[in-house]
T-cell receptor, first 118, second 114 residues
Framework: ETGVTQTPRHLVMGMTNKKSLKCEQHLGHNAMYWYKQSAKKPLELMFVYSLEERVENNSVPSRFSPECPNSSHLFLHLHTLQPEDSALYLC?????????????????FGPGTRLTVL | AQSVTQLDSQVPVFEEAPVELRCNYSSSVSVYLFWYVQYPNQGLQLLLKYLSGSTLVESINGFEAEFNKSQTSFHLRKPSVHISDTAEYFCAVSGSGGYQKVTFGTGTKLQVIP
């Protein structure tokens, strides 16, 4: 496989469930990102990991818990979500962490996980 | 702080007609600008970007965008669209020095009509 893959592609869960989203990048990149894409709203950056260390957490509720066990894998653990958390969750990677070299690195996106919270 | 405005949420256009997707930004610092495209059921793909140099940037599939600093715009254009261009297009901006978060617009859905 090449590029950035995400599983599952679709997920329906109740508010009391615990589930995890998985992202894997096959590009040899050092930085990975989680974004939330809701209808008619700008793409929202949730978390950034650089070399497996979290470098950005944009005031995301604690019911979302990221994990980056290595530079190729990124997880988003979900627990007691709310219906307003229903959205498309996109994972992305870039060669280096955005902006550290003074040049913005191109981010490569996965296809996303369509999450519905009932 | 920075922001991106894409005023048109949907743009229908006939095949082989020209199209312009508008993007305006605000920022207190120098910027980098991007256009991403999202085809149905896929993630975002970088279409083109402006970092420095020539204000006119082009993509391999015929799109171009021009950075206009005085008007704080980065409109995307194509002289003749194809059915395969049907997708959602996102404009994005980041500051140009050190760590700068990328801010995305709300997207414009381009619908090419046969």
């Amino acid at each position: 496989e090449t590029g950035v893959t995400q599983t599952p592609r679709h997920l329906v869960m109740g508010m009391t469930n615990k589930k995890s989203l998985k992202c894997e990048q096959h590009l040899g990149h050092n930085a990975m990102y989680w974004y939330k894409q809701s209808a008619k709203k700008p793409l929202e950056l949730m978390f950034v990991y650089s070399l497996e260390e979290r470098v950005e957490n944009n005031s995301v509720p604690s019911r979302f818990s990221p994990e980056c066990p290595n530079s190729s894998h990124l997880f988003l653990h979900l627990h007691t979500l709310q219906p307003e958390d229903s959205a498309l969750y996109l994972c992305a990677s870039s060669q280096e962490f955005l902006g550290t070299s003074g040049i913005t690195d191109t981010q490569y996106f996965g296809p996303g996980t369509r999450l519905t919270v009932l | 702080a920075q922001s991106v405005t894409q005023l048109d949420s949907q743009v229908p256009v006939f095949e082989e007609a020209p199209v312009e997707l508008r993007c305006n930004y605000s920022s207190s610092v120098s910027v980098y600008l991007f256009w991403y495209v999202q085809y149905p059921n896929q993630g975002l793909q970088l279409l083109l970007k402006y970092l420095s140099g020539s204000t006119l940037v082009e993509s391999i599939n015929g799109f171009e965008a021009e950075f206009n600093k005085s008007q704080t715009s980065f409109h995307l254009r194509k002289p003749s669209v194809h059915i395969s261009d049907t997708a959602e297009y996102f404009c994005a901006v980041s500051g140009s020095g050190g760590y700068q978060k990328v801010t995305f617009g709300t997207g414009t859905k381009l619908q090419v009509i046969p």
